[in-house]
């Protein structure tokens, strides 16, 4: 079981700043449409109760990590994980590769480096 432990640093929650908030501010600072992540989901994300999915969702947001992405690394739809990122529990057939999901982005300095490792552990085209 993976430990569903803090925020990841760098992100604004409820407008207050956890740790480095040097990338965030420069995500802020590009126009919307460059945005992965919207500033409600991100706020939503931070309000939500802290569960598997919320976790990765959090680390999805910090490192820039796209739902599509997420979505493909776990085989559900967008949708499905905007739920999971909510507080909306994992299907336990999703449990085991979204812990292996979310141990990935933890490790990953990037989300491209976190792309990468997926791909390979997963068969998945980059």
């Known amino acids: 079981m993976v430990a569903l432990s803090g925020r990841p640093q760098g992100l604004t929650f409820r407008g207050k700043a956890v740790g480095n908030v040097a990338k965030y501010q420069m995500a802020v600072s590009t126009p ?6 919207s500033q409600k989901i991100i706020n939503e994300v931070g309000d939500a109760p ?4 919320n ?6 947001i910090y490192l820039d990590f796209s739902v599509v992405r997420v979505s493909k690394a776990l ?16 299907f336990p057939a999703y449990v085991e590769r979204a812990e292996l999901l979310l141990k990935i982005l933890q ?13 390979k552990i997963y068969n998945l085209k980059p």
Do not use: E, H
Request: proline letters at 7%.
């Open 32 to 37: 919307p449409n460059d945005m992965p992540y």
């Open 50 to 53: 802290k569960t598997l999915g």
């Open 55 to 60: 976790q990765l969702g959090r680390w999805a």
């Open 75 to 90: 085989g559900v739809t967008r949708q499905t994980v905007y739920n999971w990122f909510l507080g909306k529990d994992i």
């Open 107 to 119: 490790s990953s300095p990037t989300a491209d480096d976190a792309w990468r490792k997926i791909c």
